[in-house]
């Protein structure tokens, strides 16, 4: 084999290297870098969340939505009225305790064979008069927190945002 019997490749045949890989890459890179920060994010503000408004259980949005509502009375009204609404979820308990009961009952009621609409009418009465009693116990809290207070403080409250949000009519 000689020189001569190879024939050189014409330019235009030879390809340059691909780029596609390359590109592929980057779009990789880029949506696991925006996953990633995605992620962390999501940790870190409800991280934050937790931090400035505590957790759900002890101090959590409740307590902060009633603090903020006292916060433009006295100290010694705002002890008062705390002091109420702890006894007062002390007396809630076994009430929100029932209503998950009437609620897996009327589960229940609705899920058994053969199905009977006497058991389902009941079982809906039953949660119906119990959530009744939620409804009873917001309005009895309602007079308890706003009782020890003046008319001037009464009028501050009632007109404050969170409170017409706290006991407003959502959704009816």
Do not use: C, Y
Not at 81 to 88: F, K, N, S
Not at 96 to 123: D, M, N
Not at 137 to 143: D, R
């Amino acid at each position: 084999m000689s020189n001569e019997d190879r024939t050189p490749l014409a330019p235009d045949t030879i390809s340059p290297p691909t780029t596609s890989a390359k590109g592929w890459m980057k779009a990789v890179l880029v949506f696991s870098l925006a996953l990633n920060l995605l992620f962390i994010g999501g940790i870190l503000g409800a991280g934050w969340m937790r931090h400035k408004h505590g957790s759900g259980r002890h101090g959590g949005p409740p307590d902060f939505v009633i603090k903020h509502l006292l916060k433009h009375l006295p100290d010694d009204k705002q002890q008062v009225i705390l002091a109420r609404i702890a006894a007062h979820r002390q007396v809630l308990r076994p009430v929100i305790a029932t209503i998950l009961t009437r609620r897996k009952e009327l589960k229940e009621a609705l899920g058994a064979e053969p199905f009977s609409s006497a058991r389902v009418r009941e079982a809906a009465l039953q949660l119906n008069m119990s959530r009744r009693a939620i409804l009873d116990a917001k309005t009895e809290l309602l007079v308890r927190i706003l009782e020890p207070l003046t008319a001037t403080e009464r009028r501050k409250i009632l007109r404050h945002r969170m409170f017409r949000t706290l006991f407003s009519r959502r959704g009816r």
